[in-house]
C-alpha cells in the first residue's frame, strides 16, 4: 500500500489536498504531517504551500521540515503545489527571502506595469481563477491531459527558472510564465491540481502512480478515467 | 486563450441543507447541498460559494459538516460566508475544506479581523463581502456600506472601504448591490465599474442577474471578474452551461 504523505507546515489549507488525493488514490494512505521520520518512511511527498512565502519558509524551519524536505526531494516522487512550487527555488522576491535553493532561479512579482490585456483592460493580482496551461515537454504527469487544458490558479508571485530545461508548463498572463517545473523525480506546478476538477484530479493521479522517473510513462492503469 | 471569467453559484444553507427564498423571506427547503453542488459542479461552475444563513447559533456548527461533505466529493474551490466573526472561525472553515471564507458585517465591525485573518492564512483565503446602495442624488455616483444582511447603513463610502480591505489584505471583494439584489434588472454596472475600476483584487458581481445578457454585461460593461447568481441557478431557469455558452458568444473568455 502507497504511502503519501502531505507536508504538515501549518500554513493554509491542507484538507483540500488531502481529500483530492484520497478520491484518486482510495488504496493509499494519504497523511499530513509534519513528523521527519513519517515523510522519511513515505513513498510520495506532496509539498503544498499557501499564504505568503516568508511565513512559509519560517514555518518550514521552525519544525525542522528543511532537511526532510530536501532528503525527500533528492530521491522520491516529489509534487509541490503553489507556494510548494515557489519554495523550491533559490530566492523569492516575497520578503526578499532565500528559498530551499533545489531548483534554479527565483520568484518575483506580477509587475503592475505589465498589467493590462491586448485591449487595455487592467489585470487584477492575484491572478485568480482558472487558465490554461501549455505544456512545454512531454512529461508522464502531464498524461491523459490535453495541452492547453485550464486549471485554478491563485497566485500573485510566479517563478522564473534559470534553466529552461525544467520548465514543464507555462501559462499565460498577460505574458508566457511558468507554471510547471521538473527536474528528475519533482514535479511542482503554481496551480491547484485539488481544485482544478477531473483535470486537476487527473494530475493527481498521474502522480500516485507515477515512478518518479521522467521517461517511464505513467501506470496504464492511469488512463481509465477518475472521476 | 488567458483568465476565464468565473461563474459562481451561490447557495444559501440553513440547518445543514440547502434552501430557497426571495429575501430571506418564505425560506423552502430546496435540497440536499452535496447533491445541489455536484450538479452545479457538473454544469461547469468554477466555484461554488455557500451563506451560512443559519439564525441560531446553536445550528453554527451545521454548515461544518456541509463543507466537509462536499469537499469530499466537489474539486472546484468553495467560498463560505455567514456569521464568520473571528480568526477561529475562519480556521474552522478552511479545515473543514473551505478554500476561501467571505466576511461581511464583522469586517465593519471590527476592521483588524480582515488583516488579521489574512496574516494568519493568507490573502488568497479572504474574501470580503461589501453590501452596498446608492446615495439617492449623489454627484459623482456614490454608494453606502451596509451590514446584517443589508438592514443597517454605516454611512462608510463603499469605494473607500473596498480599497481600505484591499490594503488590508482581502484576496478579491465579493461585491453586491441592494438595489438590485432580488430585482431581476441585472447587475449595478455602475457599482461593478466603478469597484473594478479602483482596485487592483479581482471583483466578484452579485444581485440581480435576471438572463443571460446580464452575466455578458457584468463582465463587458461592470469589468467583473467573477459573476455570482442564486436564484436563476436554483430554479432552474439557467444551467451553468447555458450562461457560459452565452458568454463565449459574445466574446468572454470561459472555462469549457
Redesign the interface.
Known sequence: MANIAVVDYG???L??VA??L??VAPESSVIVTANAEELGKADRIVFPG???MPDCMREVDVRGLREPLLEAAACKPFLGLCIGLQMLFEHSEEGDIEGLGILPGRVVRFPAERMQ?GAG????????????VYQKQSHPMWDGIDD?S?F????SFYVEPSDPAIAAGET???FAFTCAAARNNIFAVQF?P?????T??RLLSNFVRWSGSTDAPADKAARTAIV | ??????IIPCLDVTGGRVVKGVNFVGLRDAGDPVEIARRY?QQGA?ELCFLDITASSDDRGLIIQVIEDV???V???LTVGGGVREVNDVRRL??????KVSINTAAVLNPALVSNAAGR?????IVVAIDARRIVDSSPLRWEVFTHGGRKPTGIDAIEWGRRMQDAGA??ILLTSMDRDGTREGFDLELTRAF??SL????IASGGVGGLQDFVNGVQAG?A??LLAASVFHYSELTVGEVKQSLADSGVEV?V
Not at chain 1, 121 to 132: A, E, F, I, Q, S
Not at chain 2, 1 to 6: N, P
Not at chain 2, 94 to 99: H, K, M
Request: aromatic letters at 6%.
Open positions: 500554513m493554509g489549507n484538507r483540500s481529500k483530492a484520497e478520491h499557501q499564504g505568503a490585456d483592460n487592467k489585470l487584477k493580482v492575484p491572478h485568480m481563477g482558472w487558465n490554461n492547453g485550464q485554478y490558479f491563485v497566485h499565460h498572463y498577460p491547484h485539488e481544485k482544478s476538477q477531473s486537476g484530479l | 486563450m488567458g483568465l476565464s471569467k468565473r459542479d468554477d469537499a469530499s466529493q474539486f472546484i474551490p478552511l479545515n473543514a475544506g473551505a478554500d492564512v493568507g490573502s488568497q483565503c484576496g478579491e473594478s475600476d487592483d483584487v479581482p471583483i469589468g471578474d467573477a472555462r
